[in-house]
């Protein structure tokens, strides 16, 4: 009897992955190909989308021969992707800029000045956050420095809708995408008029705009032959890879709530209402017409983990280089990290920001940095966590995903300094599970996405040591009055 598999395919910053699963959320095999960054500038960070585009094809190919699927063996294929991404392409969809990606920081004086002008009334109608990270801070250096693939451009769009026009011939976005874009009305769900004056675009230079679960009609006979994969098979365009992640891990239900670490991070809950904070510490995007996320996302999770570990010339596994901290009490005896070494977003959205030590002494070895590295990312998500309970409440239930997660060191962190348990999916591919149940959804072969908590394959919950929460709640006060010390600075 033929097997029933699904595919997501996730499209992110570090990487493209490929996965297979059962309909029971199984993850049957997976496939990675790495994406390259470019630097032209200190603060410029691009991606070649053509390339990303073939390490797709790459990655599928390759689940497909590893899952050794059979002919009529993949149902369905869902798509989830990073967010903030921008090209320029021409009227055939050529690209004629590289993608500059989430962590470009070149419109940074375009944020500040509109930070200083409309920062308030735009952040409440669109619920993306002034910042170089949005397509609209993008656009608007575009624009006024006259960048030459701006003034020849017939369209703009993302990485993710770049790939679907290469495979299908459509130019759609769907929801989520959109509302990234800090040029999307989340209440109307239309492009606001307004804004895209601002950027000196039109909506003919703009995607259709679509649902998480519209289905993809007419894949490339090429692109079919090089991964392998029936050209019926319905591809679904999915969502982000934040409302996805939330999606695939089950944190779907009021109270419940996702934190995601890998290259980056985010933490955030699903709502069926638009909410925005006072303090505008948080974003507000689409998912589907009936649901948003809420949340904030830091530029700094693993990232600053492989920065040390690059910097300390450390060859080791990653497992072993994490494993130093566990030498270490909590609190990495008074060394301080703000793991602010890309710039940060939530909670304190400063591009200009930079990572700092604190209390450094003779003592301290290679084990007290890795801890202190670790201990930071976790309380800056637990910073943006308090501002997140501020609109929403406090957490039921914790649940974490990404690259990170698969650490048992940084989990029992997570779990002592949140002082609550966490929960974790064992198949670690949550935004991918998370598209591949949104084209189960899309099919109907699931009838909801609620549904989706039956077929999550979760391990034990870890426990907070309760010495460990109160020895963090100590030092997490030192943690923040020293961000407040030191991010006047910037």
């Given at each position: 009897?033929?097997r ?27 496939a ?7 630097y ?33 063996e ?16 021409d ?19 375009q ?8 920062k308030?009334?735009?952040?409440a ?11 609209f801070?993008?656009?608007?250096w ?37 509302s ?64 996805l ?17 890998g ?12 909410k ?27 990232i ?14 990653f ?40 209390g ?36 039921e ?38 598209a ?55």
């Open positions: 009897m033929p029933e598999l699904v595919m997501g395919l996730d499209i992110g910053t570090t990487s493209v992955k490929a996965c297979v699963f059962n309909l029971h959320g199984e993850l049957i095999a997976e990675e190909d790495m994406n390259a960054f470019h032209p500038q200190q603060g410029w960070v691009e991606q070649d989308p053509a390339a990303i585009e073939r390490s797709a094809v790459l990655a599928v190919r390759e689940a497909v021969r590893k899952a050794d699927i059979g002919k009529d993949l149902i369905a294929l869902g798509f989830s992707a990073a967010m903030h991404s921008l090209v320029a392409v009227e055939q969809v050529k690209p004629l800029s590289p993608a500059l990606i989430w962590a470009d920081g070149r419109s940074a004086a944020a500040d000045w509109m930070t200083a002008q409309a308030s009334d735009i952040y109608r669109t619920g993306t956050p002034i910042h170089p990270m949005t397509p801070m993008k656009l608007l575009m624009k006024e420095t006259g960048f030459e693939p701006y003034r020849n451009a017939a369209y703009f769009m993302s990485v993710k809708e770049y790939l679907i026009y290469s495979w299908f011939g459509e130019r759609m976005i769907d929801y989520s995408m959109a990234a874009t800090g040029l999307f009305n989340p209440s109307s769900l239309t492009w606001d008029r307004e804004l895209l004056d601002m950027t000196g675009i039109t909506e003919a230079q703009l995607s259709e705009l679509v649902p998480p679960t519209t289905v993809l009609h007419g894949l490339s006979a090429d692109i079919a032959a090089q991964t392998g994969i029936q050209g019926d098979v319905p591809f679904v365009i999915g969502a982000a890879d934040g409302q992640a939330n999606l695939g891990i089950g944190a779907i239900l009021p109270g419940e709530v996702a934190v995601s670490v290259t980056s991070g985010a933490i955030r809950q699903l709502t069926s209402h638009i925005v904070s006072e303090t505008q510490e948080t974003f507000c995007y689409s998912f589907t017409k009936d649901t948003a996320i809420i949340g904030g996302p830091t530029n700094n999770g693993g600053a983990l492989q920065w040390l570990k690059d910097l300390l010339q450390d060859r080791g596994s497992t072993e280089f994490l494993k130093a901290a566990e030498q270490v009490e909590p609190g990495s005896e008074g060394l301080l990290f703000l793991p602010y070494l890309n710039g940060e977003r939530a909670p304190i959205w400063n591009q200009r920001a930079k990572g700092n030590f604190y450094i002494a003779m003592t301290h070895q290679k084990e007290h940095f890795v801890r202190a590295v670790l201990e930071g990312i976790t309380f800056n998500l637990y910073q943006i966590g308090k501002a997140l309970e501020s609109i929403a409440g406090e957490p239930k914790i649940y974490v995903n990404g690259g990170l997660s698969r650490s048992i060191v940084w989990l029992q962190m997570m779990a002592d300094v949140f002082g609550a348990d966490i929960y974790v999916s064992e198949n670690h591919h949550s935004a991918a599970w998370g591949a149940w949104t084209a189960l959804v899309a099919t109907g072969k699931a009838r909801s996405f609620e549904e989706i908590k039956q077929n999550i394959p979760m391990g034990e919950a870890v426990k907070p040591n309760p010495e460990n929460s109160k020895r963090y709640k100590h030092v997490y006060e030192q943690y923040e009055k020293t961000v407040k010390a030191v991010t006047g600075l910037f």
